[in-house]
């Protein structure tokens, strides 16, 4: 909808090292016309969507189908940015199953596909890439994992998980990644991987020397006021704001 330069995922990539990239999630066509109005570069269609509009308490109840409605309300926008779709819990377990899958966010307007882990789904990362699709990775704290793992911890703490973090960063750049999220990894290690890997690395939660930050909207305008993350430090009470109005609207209405 906005005039400008079409944001690529070989753009993406070109901006390794070469200042913050910002990133931000978008889950309808309103938001994704407004955030794009802005020049963010990069819009995700998270599957956190299953939290702060779906109402489900983890991202693990979020299914394909509800991400491609998603996707494709976002894509209604054509947003200058590049539009990338999460591959939900249980989209992928093979790798026939994420070019399937990966092919429907495609076809409903994503530009590029997001999947959670490192080496354990390499096979899979190598499908979609060798598909033609562009592939983001997504390190550190899984929030499909939150389950198994019984909630959400920081990770590279542990002299094992500091050497996976490294290993899975390189292996998925090997496998064609573009850009890795770095979610909840301590700031030492993401910016040790930050400065090994020749993809940008995209920071939530993972200290200030990532390549990039991403937020999920809601939580930097405070559009979902009954949980902030500890790292996020709003720029707006937009809830707050809404209630004012409607209480404001409602008082009219009485006189």
Known sequence: ??????ITSEHIR????????????????????????????L???????????????????????????????????????LLVGDLPYHSYETPEQAVS?????IAAGAEAVKAEGGQEILAQVQA??????????????????????GGYHIKGRKDEEHARL????EALTTAGAFAIVLELVTPPVAAEITNKISIPTIGIGSGPD?????????????????????????KLQTAANIKAAVQEWMRDLEK
């Open 101 to 105: 899958n990966a092919q429907r966010l």
């Open 166 to 169: 490294l290993a899975d960063a």
């Open 43 to 81: 819009l995700l269609v998270g599957d956190s969507l299953g939290m702060v509009v779906l109402g489900y308490p983890d991202t693990t109840r979020v299914t394909m189908d509800e991400m491609v409605h998603h996707v494709r309300a976002c894509a209604r926008a054509k947003p200058n940015a």
């Open 128 to 149: 979609i890439h060798g598909g033609g699709i562009p592939f983001v990775g997504h390190l550190g704290m899984l929030p499909q994992h939150v389950l198994e793992e």
């Open 210 to 234: 990532c390549d990039g930050q991403i937020l999920v909207t809601h939580d930097l305008v405070g559009t979902f006021p009954w949980f902030t993350p500890r790292f996020v430090k709003p």
């Open 1 to 6: 909808m906005t005039s400008g330069t079409k």
């Open 14 to 41: 070109t901006l390794k090292g070469r200042g913050r990239l910002a990133a931000l999630t978008a889950y309808d066509y309103p938001m994704t016309r407004l955030l794009d109005e802005t020049g963010v570069p």
